[in-house]
Structure formats: C-alpha cells, structure tokens
C-alpha cells in the first residue's frame, strides 16, 4: 500500500475515459491485416455500475497485458505437461515464455503509450506511469486469482506467480530488481 500511497495525493496528468473493461486477447479479431475489438460491456462479473466508471485508459493496457501472461504461461503450462520430469526443458521454456512475455508487453506497451501519450490519454511522465500502470495490474492480477479460485482451480497458479512477481518486483517504488532465475 505504501508503494502506491503517493499516487492519492497527485493530480494525475492524463484523462479518464469510457473503457472497454475486459480487453484481452480473446476479446481480439484478426482478419489479415486488420483488427477489430469485440465485447465492450465491460468485465461482466462487475456490477453495471462499477463497469461505466470512467477511468485511465491503463485500466484497459494493463488487462491485455495480463493477457500476454496468460498466454505465455498457458502454452509453457502445455508444453510442459507433454515432457514430465525434463526439469531442464521447463526451465528453457520458462526463459523462452517470460522472454516472449516482456518483448510483446513491451512492443505492445510502446506502442499504445506513444499514440495514447500524444492525445493526453496517459500521463506522459513515467513519474505517474509506472505506478498507475502497477497499480491497473496489481488490481486486474487479484481480480483473476478471485475468478480462478471461482471458475478454474487449476489455472490458479497463473495469477498468484503474477501477484508474487509483482510484489517482489519493486518495494516502496524503487527500481525494478533482477530476480534471480528459479532453475
């Protein structure tokens, strides 16, 4: 708490809008060289009026990358059960998933802040940025654990690695520590 505690004394710089409160990969057609988003009534385990509150568009940046996690995490997770007991493959495709992981958040992320940056849609200052950004992953990763634990048992390990990771991550806004590697 104490990490995001300075963020209710600011003014954030940067606009609240309508989102679409459940943008994730699925919720994402490709046909070709086009993309059209789908389902934009919100998480629909939110009540209605939690669901029309405007917010920071990051809401929205920090659900599909969450995404990106879950997909990285679920094709390591099937992957791995068609090779039990090769600890050494599980831990190349760790490195292989989490690398997938960061360079597609990355891309995606650079992508979205510079176009949503230049319309005053999010702060422009990595000041307010990262934080608010922790804080829309932090919320959407606990949001999961509760709809895991709910819906999916066996996929709660996918949310509880991402609130671990995130926790262990940064401590009282510090910069980010390399975590050593779990072989």
Same mark, same amino acid.
């Given at each position: 708490? $104490?990490?995001?505690?300075?963020?209710?004394? !600011?003014? &954030?710089?940067?606009?609240? &809008? !309508?989102?679409?409160?459940?943008?994730?990969?699925?919720?994402? @057609?490709? =046909?070709?060289?086009?993309?059209?988003?789908?389902?934009?009534? +919100?998480?629909?385990?939110?009540?209605?009026?939690?669901?029309?509150?405007?917010? $920071?568009? @990051?809401?929205?940046?920090?659900?599909? @990358?969450?995404?990106?996690?879950?997909?990285?995490?679920?094709?390591?997770?099937?992957?791995?059960? +068609?090779?039990?007991?090769?600890?050494?493959? %599980? $831990?190349?495709?760790?490195?292989?998933? !989490?690398?997938?992981?960061?360079?597609?958040?990355?891309?995606? *992320?650079?992508?979205?802040?510079?176009?949503?940056?230049?319309?005053?849609?999010?702060?422009?200052? !990595?000041?307010?940025?990262?934080?608010?950004?922790?804080?829309?992953?932090?919320?959407?990763?606990?949001?999961?654990?509760?709809?895991?634990?709910?819906?999916?048992?066996?996929? &709660?390990?996918?949310?509880?690695?991402?609130? *671990?990771?995130?926790?262990?991550? %940064? =401590?009282?806004?510090?910069?980010?520590?390399?975590?050593? =590697?779990? =072989?």
């Amino acid at each position: 708490m $104490s990490r995001f505690r300075w963020l209710l004394d !600011r003014r &954030i710089p940067a606009c609240r &809008i !309508r989102c679409h409160g459940n943008y994730h990969l699925q919720q994402v @057609l490709c =046909s070709g060289d086009d993309f059209t988003v789908i389902d934009f009534e +919100g998480e629909p385990r939110r009540p209605l009026g939690e669901r029309r509150l405007k917010r $920071s568009p @990051l809401h929205d940046v920090a659900s599909m @990358l969450r995404s990106f996690d879950y997909a990285a995490r679920r094709a390591l997770a099937e992957r791995v059960d +068609g090779t039990a007991g090769r600890a050494r493959g %599980r $831990s190349t495709g760790q490195q292989w998933a !989490r690398f997938w992981r960061g360079w597609v958040c990355a891309a995606f *992320l650079r992508e979205y802040v510079g176009v949503a940056s230049g319309e005053h849609l999010v702060p422009p200052d !990595r000041e307010f940025l990262v934080p608010l950004l922790d804080v829309y992953l932090l919320e959407r990763a606990i949001y999961e654990l509760g709809y895991e634990l709910e819906e999916r048992p066996e996929w &709660i390990e996918i949310p509880l690695l991402a609130v *671990l990771e995130m926790l262990e991550a %940064r =401590s009282d806004g510090d910069p980010p520590r390399r975590r050593k =590697s779990r =072989s």
